[in-house]
């Protein structure tokens, strides 16, 4: 039996469900949550919301003390979820015990194969389904192990509903400044529990609560929020973006990414994740081998950006080296033909104007055009300077990402130092100062 998007009100006790698929992320119904999940990525808030779904749909076998079930998680995005440390606070802690376990299934001895992987799921799910006393007398003892969550964990998420649901009932009432300082009293109050998105989307819903009353005050919070996140609405008046700033030194920037993982399988799975739509082809769609890009460059540890999406105009992507190079890439990631046409090779050229005009000319930058191909039509003329990053150089660059993932895998990530993941991003061409002349080559 399958539940398309179905993970709470549905009950499968006995011997209705003995085991449970789950696949995939649970995603979003209404337009006001799509956008959410847009503007809030990464928001422990949201994140909240996620687990408690998951964690409905993880329990719809097990209803009492005498049901039982194997569950098998499938989709990177959803074990990614799962196995990040700031979202594990969010499951109950017998789940998460339990999560923990399965993600840990084969660390001690991996199997070589997929073949010995398989036999040894079978002969674990057939100890499960079996009622294998062994398996019991573990399960039960794994269990009683667990330790309770602490509530200051997440009590926040509690205080902070109660907060916003104040607001809206000021705003209902038309007390429209009593509804804005209680918000801001609430962003100032909670200012270390939320991370910047929230705080930019809280901002933004400030704005909207004193508009009614005070539009130029409303324009000056819409001001204060798009400062914080490029993902909200941009203000209605004077508005001029920041400037990109360089990140930090990239191996360090690398060590406190990978530190958001409890083992080495999970950083690997993350990485596997970044590359799902990162892919040539007319069948994904350009928003999400845009949204890849956009990743990729901050998991390599650069300022990372996506100007058309969040402003309207530019390149569909902005890279900020660690020597303060900035990249100009434009994405074609759907086209089928290996010739560069002439209105992608204008494209290319409108991004630099707009970064000569936004940034200045003595700026430094790298154009770059993500394209298939490698050489343009004839009545194409790109700049001397711009770069393409053809097929060929595409499964390269997957491959060096995937390889130097492989080699962070091999140990826990606390115990990586910033010279060593240096050392290894110098091995696969990773580098500020080499990826580019590695993973592209001149457009001509």
């Known amino acids: 039996m399958v539940f398309v998007n179905r993970y709470d009100g549905v009950d499968l006790a006995g011997k209705m469900c003995t085991v449970l698929v789950m696949d995939g992320l649970p995603t979003a119904h209404s337009l006001r949550d799509k956008y959410q999940q847009i503007v809030r990525e990464g928001s422990p808030i949201l994140s909240g919301q996620v687990a408690q779904t998951i964690e409905q749909g993880l329990g719809r076998a097990v209803r009492s003390g005498s049901d039982y079930c194997s569950v098998f998680i499938l989709d990177n995005s959803l074990i990614n979820f799962i196995a990040k440390n700031s979202n594990k606070l969010f499951f109950a802690p017998e789940t998460r015990q339990q999560i923990d376990f399965g993600l840990t299934l084969f660390e001690d001895e991996k199997p070589k194969n997929a073949e010995e992987a398989i036999k040894e799921i079978v002969g674990a799910v057939d100890g499960v389904l079996a009622r294998d006393q062994d398996w019991r007398d573990f399960h039960k003892e794994m269990i009683l192990q667990v330790e309770p969550n602490s509530k200051e964990d997440i009590s926040f998420l509690l205080e902070l509903a109660v907060f916003e649901q104040k607001s809206m009932n ?86 406190h990414w990978i530190s958001n993982y409890g083992n080495g399988t999970d950083v690997l799975i993350a990485i596997e994740e970044l590359l799902t739509n990162f892919v040539y082809s007319p069948h994904v769609e350009s928003k999400l081998f845009e949204e890849s890009v956009y990743k990729i460059g901050q998991f390599l540890g650069f300022y990372s950006q996506r100007p058309e999406e969040e402003e309207g105009d530019g390149p569909d992507n902005l890279w900020r080296l660690e020597d303060g190079t900035n990249v100009i890439i434009e994405a074609k990631s759907q086209r089928t033909g290996m010739e560069i046409s002439r209105s992608d090779i204008e494209q290319l050229l409108h991004s630099i104007q707009w970064h000569n005009d936004k940034y200045g000319v003595h700026q430094r930058y790298i154009p770059i055009l993500l394209h298939k191909g490698n050489i343009s039509m004839e009545n194409a003329h790109p700049s001397d300077d711009s770069r393409v990053m053809p097929l060929e150089k595409l499964e390269e660059f997957k491959s060096g990402i995937l390889k130097f993932g492989e080699v962070l895998s091999s140990k826990l990530p606390t115990e990586w130092t910033e010279g060593e993941i240096h050392q290894q991003l110098a091995r696969f061409k990773l580098t500020y100062s080499t990826i580019i002349e590695k993973y592209t080559e001149a457009l001509r």
């Open 170 to 255: 000021l705003y209902r009432r038309e007390r429209y400044t009593e509804s804005l300082d209680n918000m801001l009293d609430y962003i100032q109050t909670y200012r270390e529990q939320l991370n910047e998105i929230d705080e930019a989307w809280y901002t933004q819903v400030a704005a909207s609560l004193i508009f009614p009353f005070d539009p130029v005050r409303s324009n000056d919070l819409q001001i204060l929020a798009k400062d914080k996140s490029l993902k909200v609405l941009k203000p209605r008046h004077s508005y001029l973006t920041k400037n990109t700033k360089v990140k930090g030194r990239q191996a360090g920037v690398i060590k």
